[in-house]
């Protein structure tokens, strides 16, 4: 390709509403722009990077075994229905009614289209296992949609569903595509960590996430300094401090006149925060819950969803919290009638604490579970943070900043029982088909990588995904001996297997040099008569700061270095 005949522009300034690198790069560098917030278009050097990407995910999907395919991007709301997520999934489904007044949603995921196309097909357990994938159009209504390519309403997915016939294939199948996903990541250049990470709104018993560790990331990760150990802080475990279980006191009240918080309670009574139990009040569906939690620990609300079955909690109000009777600042679960009462398992872990007295300034000393307030839900609801206990046993949580590129869920029978996807088995009994299934962001993927690989002057892409593999830059072509040696090299180096952007451009050698490296592009050729009269060809790979200059008869050979 010329760079004469190129379609777009680069850019000198970054848009003002690009705050991280990647957009302002990718941006800037004449990849992608911007039609609407969290809608983009890609341009010629941004598509041809995604083709490469699509590439690589179609070669080691294949490999693994998995079979292409491709569904629909609007569906009948029906099928949404039919899974129990048309009106739960978050953001909300983006839907419409077509002219035969039909609900239809635009797909943000396609579990349901899958179990549907599984169904139809599986008879027997001689139908499974198998893996479907497909590279196709999402559409998601973020409220905040930011980043560039990192987080978007409409993008591209890699998406794949393993179907199979019982537990022992499904940790088969889930494996092999996280031998898959290994491959890929390494491919386009990047070196990601494997975390714990939570469910969501796809579902499941067990997930786990690729993380590209870097300080422009925006999820959180913990990751223990003794061991292996690494988890999304949405699903973070640590392990909790835990207390001799002395004997019960007996419950009595006190004047707190003032106190409004935990801290201003431990303060008054001379005690770690670890010795109160902390209550906290969530509106789920609805419904004021109270959440119970020591003192020294805070509620994460994700584990609080999970534990209530996937409702969402949100804070209640003040007016909330008045209607059903309670105390802001003085109250607990303790004589607590017709609300329902969750509580951490730290409240296990310890005896005679203080607590609320659901009384304006008092507060009770002694309370104990069981004996004064009772759990209708007992789990993990505590946020883990840096410098709290691994839950291994090796080593303390240390916190780091990460992107997202790819995400594996075990499935289960959470989408078969409630569609009727089944198989016979050798026995002619009905069983509900297990699935997994496996999401890559392509547009992120392609994003994530210039985080992981830029500097001051630009992108410095992995050859893999780079649109071009060599930047010819051409200077003094009005000579008509240079124009006649860039063009014979630009053959020369096309015959040899290399795609090559040729400037061709009338434009000063630094608006040259300054496009190459802003366009991460891994080699630069450059011919000039000062290259000429130097020896022959400069030769220069991205990420060195020095150019070498050859015989012309040795750039292929130079450029094959710069390359491997």
Not at 11 to 29: F, G
Not at 103 to 130: C, G, K, N, W
Request: net charge negative; proline share 4%.
């Amino acid at each position: 390709m010329r760079s004469s005949q190129l379609f777009g522009k680069t850019l000198r300034q970054a848009p003002a509403d690009a705050e991280n690198i990647s957009h302002q790069l990718l941006t800037r560098a004449g990849f992608i722009q911007q039609i609407a917030a969290g809608i983009f278009s890609l341009q010629p050097l941004g598509n041809r990077s995604i083709t490469k990407i699509r590439d690589i995910i179609r070669d080691e999907m294949d490999r693994a075994g998995g079979q292409e395919v491709n569904m629909p991007v609007v569906q009948p709301r029906d099928l949404w229905e039919e899974s129990g997520r048309a009106e739960t999934f978050v953001p909300p489904l983006a839907s419409f009614k077509d002219r035969r007044e039909r609900q239809m949603v635009i797909a943000p995921t396609h579990e349901e289209t899958a179990t549907a196309m599984a169904r139809a097909s599986v008879t027997s357990y001689r139908d499974l296992p198998f893996t479907i994938y497909q590279i196709q159009t999402k559409f998601r209504d973020e409220t905040r949609p930011r980043g560039g390519l990192l987080r978007v309403r409409e993008f591209e997915m890699k998406d794949a569903y393993s179907f199979d016939a019982d537990e022992e294939g499904m940790d088969r199948s889930f494996q092999s595509m996280i031998g898959a996903y290994r491959r890929i990541f390494k491919r386009c250049g990047l070196d990601v960590v494997m975390v714990e990470a939570d469910s969501g709104g796809i579902g499941g018993k067990d997930s786990n996430e690729f993380v590209l560790l870097t300080e422009s990331g925006e999820d959180i990760i913990l990751m223990s300094d003794e061991s292996d150990y690494a988890a999304n802080v949405e699903k973070a475990a640590f392990t909790k401090k835990s207390f001799p279980i002395g004997e019960l006191g007996e419950v009595e009240e006190f004047a707190t006149p003032g106190v409004k918080t935990i801290d201003e309670l431990a303060r008054q009574e001379g005690v770690s925060r670890s010795k109160t139990a902390k209550a906290v009040f969530y509106t789920v569906d609805g419904e004021v819950v109270v959440v119970t939690i020591r003192g020294d620990y805070d509620v994460n609300e994700t584990k609080l969803r999970n534990l209530l079955g996937g409702s969402e909690p949100r804070l209640s109000t003040p007016e909330e919290v008045k209607a059903v009777g309670l105390v802001a600042g003085s109250a607990s679960a303790v004589g607590l009638k017709g609300i329902r009462s969750v509580v951490d398992d730290s409240i296990t872990m310890g005896s005679n604490y203080l607590a609320g007295a659901n009384k304006e300034g008092f507060h009770l000393r002694n309370v104990n579970i069981d004996r004064d307030f009772k759990a209708d839900i007992l789990g993990d609801i505590a946020e883990a943070k840096k410098g709290y206990p691994s839950p291994d046993g090796k080593g303390k949580l240390v916190a780091r900043r990460g992107i997202e590129v790819g995400h594996v869920f075990k499935l289960g029978n959470v989408y078969s029982s409630k569609m009727g996807a089944e198989y016979t088995d050798e026995d002619g009994q009905q069983n509900q088909i297990l699935m997994g299934c496996y999401g890559i962001g392509v547009g992120r993927l392609l994003a994530a990588a210039v985080e992981a690989n830029h500097d001051d002057s630009g992108m410095v892409l992995p050859r893999a995904i780079a649109p071009y593999d060599v930047y010819l830059a051409g200077l003094n072509l009005n000579d008509p001996d240079i124009a006649g040696k860039a063009e014979m090299l630009y053959e020369s180096l096309q015959n040899a297997g290399y795609e090559v952007l040729f400037d061709d451009r009338d434009a000063p050698p630094g608006v040259k040099f300054k496009d190459a490296d802003l366009m991460g592009i891994p080699a630069r050729v450059v011919i000039s008569s000062r290259s000429i009269e130097n020896g022959g060809v400069e030769v220069k790979a991205r990420a060195e700061k020095e150019s070498v200059v050859v015989a012309e008869t040795d750039t292929l050979e130079a450029v094959r270095k710069v390359l491997s």
